[in-house]
């Protein structure tokens, strides 16, 4: 395999010249004096001949590692860098096992899109990924097209609950602490892992009959309780209309963090999202951003952009997402929400091209209205039958990888064959490879 070129929005992030299959960390978290105490089990493939490997690590230092089993004698250390000298080579194609292990103050990572990674919090911590936030409590392959599985284990105080990726396989506790493991089976990129830790319990979101099944936890601490029943009251509701729209929901369970916390915006992870305080009310405002972290599952979790650039295949999605339920909700229509967004867009001046939008900006709001207008411009020309059965084609196809725009014109294309004159590559260049604003799409 020839390694991919790296990924120039985030360029001191992430290495073509190996791929990690799985991760197995061990984390040791003392809250009062914000001490991490961590164990990196990396079990990877070169893509090239290595006689060194170098791996993202933010603010934490490496006591000892081991690679195949025999002890690493020389590394280095750089910002944001790990790098170690392998005791052998190791060929092109041939698997290797990384055990790292390494300690510090975590903090977050203060870079262009604010701070993002571990974060200290009044009483417990917060992991914010997006986009370059893993290096700042494990040693990984920063790279959001390198997928692996997890399996995490957290001990910290007790009476803390920490939550983590997929599926919780055990809790143990012994004298003062507590023990928390997870396996997140399904591929995920790096910036999609997190560690949750707080004062919380782990209830089950009831369903109704004819509701979904899935597994859906709310970690919530007592005090919110009651708020966060009322504001997740129509959670399930939300996966139905998704699976409906957009495919089977892509993991096995899902689970909702709600911190005591006040956040500017809720938080993506795989298979959970994370909330503020001030995120549970029934008001559109909140609902939309509830509903909003939950398609990313779909879109941006298991389909997971290979390059940053594509980031309105993440965020433009998990916006249509927020239309669809609104108009399956009661709410506005899919086409009036539409209406609203190409309005507040065209009273703004342009200043990114959403298909290309750079990294300072690729989390411009600008990215997840023009970019759910470009979907809009599709179903418009489509119809709502082809639209539909894209959209599930691509969550199907995709399942679990990494995607592109190229990707999905392609399919969107090939969908969409019996519409006269149909050409996505000339609906979508307008909306995201040129800055003025096209019309409204409308019948």
């Not at 990196?40 to 089993?69: F, Q």
């Not at 957290?154 to 003062?176: E, I």
């Amino acid at each position: 395999m020839v390694p991919a070129a790296a990924d120039s929005y985030i360029p001191l992030h992430g290495s073509t010249h190996y791929e990690v299959e799985h991760y197995a960390l061990d984390l040791e978290a003392r809250l009062a004096t914000n001490q991490l105490q961590g164990r990196a089990r990396i079990t990877a493939r070169a893509l090239v001949p290595l006689t060194t490997v170098e791996l993202d690590l933010t603010g934490l230092g490496m006591d000892k590692a081991s690679v195949n089993g025999t002890r690493v004698q020389k590394h280095s250390q750089r910002p944001g860098k790990l790098t170690l000298q392998l005791p052998e080579p190791v060929a092109a194609g041939a698997k290797f096992t990384m055990d790292i292990r390494y300690s510090g103050f975590p903090a977050p990572d203060d870079g262009a899109w604010g701070e993002v990674g571990w974060e200290e919090l009044d009483d417990g911590v917060l992991v914010a990924g997006q986009p370059t936030g893993a290096p700042t409590w494990f040693p990984c392959n920063d790279r959001p097209d390198n997928k692996a599985s997890y399996r995490v284990s957290v001990t910290t105080d007790a009476d803390y609950t920490a939550v983590c990726n997929g599926t919780l396989v055990s809790h143990t506790r012994k004298s003062s602490r507590e023990t928390w493991v997870y396996e997140q089976s399904a591929p995920m990129a790096t910036y999609l892992a997190t560690v949750q830790i707080g004062r919380y319990k782990l209830l089950a979101l009831p369903a109704k009959d004819g509701q979904t099944q899935l597994p859906i936890t709310v970690a919530v601490s007592k005090k919110l309780q009651a708020k966060a029943a009322t504001a997740l009251s129509r959670q399930r509701e939300m996966v139905d209309v998704f699976t409906e729209a957009f495919g089977p929901y892509p993991f096995d369970a899902y689970t909702v963090v709600v911190t005591e916390d006040a956040l500017e915006i809720p938080l993506e992870a795989q298979s959970l999202s994370i909330l503020g305080s001030n995120h549970m009310t029934t008001t559109w405002e909140a609902q939309r951003l509830i509903a909003h972290e939950l398609s990313h599952q779909w879109f941006g979790n298991s389909l997971t952009l290979a390059s940053w650039r594509d980031i309105w295949l993440h965020e433009g999605f998990a916006c249509y997402a927020e239309w669809v339920w609104s108009q399956e909700s009661g709410s506005l229509t899919i086409a009036e929400r539409a209406s609203a967004a190409h309005t507040k867009l065209s009273n703004q001046p342009v200043a990114l091209t959403v298909g290309a939008p750079g990294p300072d900006m690729m989390f411009d709001d600008v990215v997840y209205k023009r970019g759910a207008l470009a979907l809009e411009a599709i179903r418009v020309a489509g119809g709502d039958a082809n639209f539909f059965a894209l959209l599930q084609r691509w969550t199907a196809e995709n399942r679990h990888g990494s995607v592109s725009t190229a990707a999905f014109v392609a399919l969107a294309d090939l969908v969409c064959a019996d519409v006269p004159q149909f050409s996505a590559a000339d609906i979508l260049t307008p909306w995201l490879f040129r800055k003025p604003l096209p019309p409204l799409p409308v019948r």
